[in-house]
């Protein structure tokens, strides 16, 4: 990766003033990605009472990168950096850069770009060998010194006049992401009804499946806090237009808060995106990065003790008490799990069922698929992280078990009473598979209600708001634990 940077210093329209806390000298290209963020920002990522810290608008570095991510872009580049420069230099009133993120473009992208970038000095030019919006984002958002790191698609299709909105709650230290939406009531879009389709329906498979709360996780418009990009980033892998969604959905399941601002946006009718292979693309990154969350190769029980925000009073209100979030999101998720445990449950049933008795060849098939459903419905229906209570969810996860045993064991019963004792084997599996459905519909009141319920935390009297440690914790660190049954706020400006 090479850097051409026109960009020295903050602009001579700024307001900031040298007052502030002093930049470390020469930070500049990848070596910047090797400084301390406390060192690169001026203080801790929150501060005291666990609040966001605002950001010091007094930094001699540019207070926010804007990275534009181009291939093969060589028609409509140079237009887009005069129109992005010419808002800035009016409208924004601190320092900025622009950085155009070049991912192995074949045309005269990237020297159009270093034509643009002689001639504005806010203008900086990165240049890679691999190709993909993710890698390219990733790699310049770790590199710059600036502590606000914004993105925006080339054509410019979302109006500028959305950015103030998107980046003054990050300044402020209110949110920690900011990113447009093209789905809420108040945005303004025109564009044709496949992409429509296509957006809606992937933004409702990522609420449904994954327990997203943000809105449109596509909209080629976001930015983020520096420090706490440099939290997440180093756990993203996508290299392409997943990139967005993995890094939305890890900062959700790590407790941020994820400020949403409507946009007017029109469409660009000559994209070369493929929507459709994106949109497939997209679902291969969503299961990818669900196994990622259940074997732990994202550490979020740590992500969250070290970037979660402290407990706010509105946290006491029941609808931030469930986990998992809507009653409709866990019955899809739910249902989801149930669907692939009755499977299961039944290709084991009819395996066993060749060399054992009925009820042996049940009660071996519900056990083997009950301790895997308590698993998988307490990780992604209702949204519980880490060890923490682990083994008493899975104790009442077998008491729900022998509910479920008992129903199709009586089923069973009477079937084989029915029919004299020898029923044919249709017959038992109908009749088996139809309880098991009924034991399903059971097993999910017992585990809203009862196994997976929230359960508050009663604070030390006299405290300042900080949950006090169950006895059954004591002597283990609370803070994972505290955060992972309140879900993330995504907030839309309106």
Known sequence: MTFTDQASGALPHSTATPAGPAAPAALSGLAVADAPAQARFGGPLTSPGSRRSAIDTRTSEPLLDVTIPVFN???DLEACLRRLHAYLLGSFPHSFRITVADNASTDGTLQTAERVARELREVNVVHMAE?????ALRKVWLASPSPVLAYMDVDLSTDLAALGPLLAPLISGHSDLAIGTRLTRNSRVVRGPKREFISRSYNFLLQSFMGAHFSDAQCGFKAIRADVARQLLPHTLDNAW??????????EKCGLRVHEVPVDWTDDPDSSVDIVQTAIADVRGMARLSRDLVSGRIPVPELRAALTRGPLPASSRAQEQSPGG???GQLVRFGSIG???TLAYLVIFLLCRGIMDPQLANFLALLTTAVANTAANRRFTFGIQGSSQAARHHFEGLLVFGIGLALTSGALAVVHNASGGAPDRWLELVTVTAANLAATAVKFLLFR???FRHRPVTAVPGSTGTPAVPASTAGTAPAPAATD??????????
């Open 339 to 341: 669907v692939a445990s």
């Open 242 to 251: 997943f990139f967005d969604t993995e890094l939305l959905v890890l900062a």
């Open 449 to 451: 209600l009862v196994v």
């Open 73 to 75: 872009e060589e028609r």
């Open 131 to 135: 190709k993909g919006r993710g890698n």
């Open 485 to 494: 049954a309140s879900p993330p706020r995504t907030e839309t400006a309106q």
């Open 326 to 328: 809507s009653l409709f």
